[in-house]
């Protein structure tokens, strides 16, 4: 059950409340985001659930059976929409993410960033710190990379949405991070979860290479239960018995989020598929089965890319599919 709790409750009100709850042998936690102030309340027995809603201080209450609550679409009207500083996603807005897997120069940067100026595309992704297969591969340029990729990023307007690895690297990241990314591999690193909690800047959530769904909303609540609503959850394809391309872009999943979830869903066709020409019609399909975005990988020259560059879209290619996303979201507008 969620109890959204009045913005204006009184202490007297809120002790009110608990011990009513106790009464039902319900346990409580109490959640403080940067909106808002909630109750989770977890417990079998059956009540009328009016004799707890009626109680001073309550401005919603709904019962929420599923393992997740508080980023289940069970309590929420309406849909979430996430703002980065005045850049919206989710709720009928729609974005679009591009850059390179890896940050690699600041010669790179500008191209891309003038590219990006260019086609109107707001966000940027690149990473600076990259989880690799091997230790030999390289690995991303760290901090200082991170730093000359918000200045040029800075100068021209464009946000950035980035991959944070562990704990520690959060605080030095901050000052230079739009969106912080969770990756497929560290989908349930549920210390890293927490902290993100604790931030508020927003958290592109991504799904474990062999996670479920429920599992990804699970990740999810932990941001959400440590005070951090501005999550989005980002379906980047899972493993299975498939050996033609790199992972299986599981689109049901999307389907699936949309309806069991308040959030944005965001799309990567680029780690999805990981072949660079099917990356076009897996971004499309993104859109026809409701993605609230699209997280592209684009590199001026992905031949010569420090990674995964066999997925990597050229300028060219990129601007046919940007010129294709938006004759599909006005389709998808028009339903
Ligand atoms: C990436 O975005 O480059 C990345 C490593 O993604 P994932 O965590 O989905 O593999
Ligand atoms: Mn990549």
């Not at 997740?68 to 979430?80: A, D, E, R």
């Not at 600076?128 to 990379?145: A, E, H, M, N, Q």
């Not at 689109?251 to 072949?275: M, R």
């Not at 031949?303 to 601007?319: M, Y």
Request: glycine share 8%; with cysteine; hydrophobic share 40%.
């Amino acid at each position: 059950m969620i109890i959204q709790l009045d913005n204006k409750i009184t202490e007297k009100q809120f002790q009110n409340i608990e011990s009513a709850l106790m009464n039902i042998q319900y346990k409580t936690q109490h959640i403080k985001t940067q909106f808002k102030e909630y109750l989770v309340c977890i417990g079998k027995k059956e009540f009328d659930i009016r004799s707890i809603g009626k109680l001073e201080g309550i401005e919603d209450i709904h019962r929420v059976s599923d393992q997740y609550k508080l980023v289940s679409s069970k309590w929420k009207i309406g849909k979430t929409m996430v703002d980065v500083d005045g850049v919206k996603i989710g709720n009928g807005h729609f974005e679009m993410m591009a850059g390179p897997c890896s940050i690699e120069s600041e010669e790179q940067i500008r191209t891309i960033v003038a590219h990006l100026v260019k086609n109107n595309i707001k966000i940027m992704r690149g990473g600076v710190y990259k989880p690799r297969s091997s230790p030999y591969s390289f690995r991303g340029l760290g901090i200082d990379g991170l730093k000359i990729f918000h200045e040029i990023c800075q100068e021209n307007g464009i946000k950035i949405v980035t991959e944070v690895m562990q704990v520690s690297q959060i605080e030095p990241m901050l000052p230079y991070v739009d969106i912080f990314q969770v990756g497929a591999r560290n989908s349930q690193n549920f210390n890293l979860l927490d902290e993100l909690g604790k931030v508020d800047k927003p958290v592109l959530l991504k799904r474990g290479m062999s996670g479920t769904i429920e599992e990804l909303l699970q990740s999810a609540e932990y941001i959400f239960s440590n005070g951090n609503e501005r999550i989005m959850l980002c379906e980047r394809g899972i493993r299975t018995f498939e050996k033609a391309y790199r992972n299986t872009l599981d689109l049901n999943a999307v389907a699936v989020l949309k309806e069991k979830s308040h959030l944005p869903v965001i799309v990567d066709p680029s780690h999805g598929i990981g072949i660079r020409k099917y990356v076009e019609q897996m971004s499309l399909a993104g859109i026809m089965v409701g993605a609230d975005g699209l997280i592209v990988e684009v590199h001026p020259q992905p031949e010569i890319a420090f990674s995964d560059g066999q997925q990597n879209l050229n300028f060219p290619e990129a601007e046919v599919l940007y010129g294709k996303i938006q004759k599909t979201r006005e389709l998808v507008n028009e339903f």
